[in-house]
């Protein structure tokens, strides 16, 4: 039997995160997002930062997918990238091989389809996601709304991009997930409480 | 006090119907679909058929949106129907004012906003629609895949341009609604006893 698998994609700032950390708590499941960073740099022995660079971003340019080279041997800046990511979605399918579980970003959806796994997307109102990009900003850093717009805009298309390097289906086209919840407006608490029954209930109705 | 109103838009095939009829009896809310159609009718003294044609597709063309003119006076086919859309608008805005209910198609999310309803949304992948489909056809109505999903794409065509004609939000586009949910692979009855207790929980954090 395979195992219960949670993939969260996420529009910046919408509280993704949250619901997915909710969600493996009140499920009772092991929990991935930045866990999955440190094991693909313990995995290539490159530096965190490197990583986090390229593990929801993708490399510069498109470029064959080819994995031919080893680190030491690549002729482009673009093929250590790709390893990266090719390290990355080992370690996924490892993850959801090892037990039940929710992955955060990274296009789960995709590199671990064959565990039938259920996608959510979690969106929001641009005003919602404002209100909580400014909650969770570090002391001192104050920008404008404007500001935080492109910066949304910004890691939104670069999520959208990596997926595109994995996928025909377009990043938020509902029709790639089981289901888009919108939080403007919601506690997340209550949302998550309400969540968990329903993702339990599509896992029983597959067998798992 | 408002009252707790659902509205549910969905794709052709998707099951959204049987989604909002259940959704209704879960929550003991009254449930308006085709009802509409007959309140439409008895109000305007035209045909339901007639009406039936115009209530989830609109007018034939794109037209200022004037009802200066009655059914009598009207001077071109589009007015009529204009006058149509205009009662239905106000019969569904009436409904919404009566009590809780579930109201399927019609544009209601945005017809009755003002009363801050949940906006659900229904979708499924292509063949779970079209095995839908398959299952409540009319004895000796044997449309091959291919003649279905003209039918589908057709009707799910003139549900988003009868959208046009009332918002500049798109029809299907997630943004516009609270929920979207993929039928494909649920039990309907499991299906609505997980989303019930999430509707009631939004509910409950807007006061209602």
């Not at 997915?20 to 740099?41: H, M, N, P, Q």
């Not at 259920?118 to 909650?135: G, H, I, P, T, W």
Request: aromatic share 8%.
């Amino acid at each position: 039997m395979s195992h219960r698998i949670i993939t969260v994609s996420r529009e910046f700032g919408s509280g993704g995160r949250e619901v997915g950390k909710r969600l493996a708590e009140s499920l009772g499941v092991a929990y991935y997002d930045r866990e999955i960073i440190t094991a693909v740099a313990e995995k290539s022995g490159l530096a965190e930062e490197y990583i986090a660079s390229i593990s929801e971003r993708g490399v510069n340019a498109y470029y064959p997918i080819t994995f031919g080279h080893t680190f030491a041997y690549s002729a482009s800046p673009i093929d250590p990238q790709m390893e990266v990511m090719a390290e990355q979605n080992k370690i996924l399918k490892d993850l959801a091989k090892k037990g039940d579980c929710v992955i955060v970003g990274r296009c789960a959806d995709t590199v671990v389809r064959e565990e039938n796994p259920f996608n959510l997307f979690v969106y929001a109102d641009v005003q919602s996601k404002l209100e909580r990009c400014r909650a969770r900003q570090a002391q001192g850093e104050a920008l404008s709304d404007n500001e935080l717009k492109r910066r949304m805009a910004k890691v939104d298309k670069d999520r959208a991009r990596y997926r595109s390097l994995l996928t025909d289906t377009r990043w938020g086209d509902k029709a790639a997930y089981h289901l888009c919840v919108n939080t403007t407006g919601w506690d997340m608490r209550a949302l998550v409480d309400s969540l968990a029954p329903m993702v339990r209930a599509w896992f029983e109705k597959q067998g798992k």
